[in-house]
């Protein structure tokens, strides 16, 4: 299955299918999508109101990939299920952390 990171000059960008209202924060692994694309579950415990989703995602990947916050950002899918962020770091480091978690979840 495809990974639902690629690498960029500075990082990783990396596409996440988010539940909010998910009971808990946690990351549920790889799944592949209807139309092919793969994404990483995620799951938060708030509601998507207000961008707290949003907030909780970066927090649980952040503390995840053991990484800051601030180098979590969100570039596409604010509103959306789908969500596209831009980890800032080292491409390969990033992505082994991604391949652990992924294979946890």
Known sequence: MARPWSTVADGLVLVVRLTPKGGRDAIDGIEQLAD???V???RVRVAASD???NAALVQLLARALGIAP????????ATARIKRLKIAGTASV???ALEKIAAIG
Do not use: H, Q, W, Y
């Not at 180098?71 to 899918?77: K, M, P, S």
């Open 94 to 96: 990033l992505a082994a």
């Open 36 to 38: 092919g694309r793969s």
């Open 40 to 42: 990483l579950k995620a």
């Open 70 to 77: 601030r180098d979590v950002a969100l570039v596409a899918g």
């Open 51 to 53: 961008g707290e989703a």
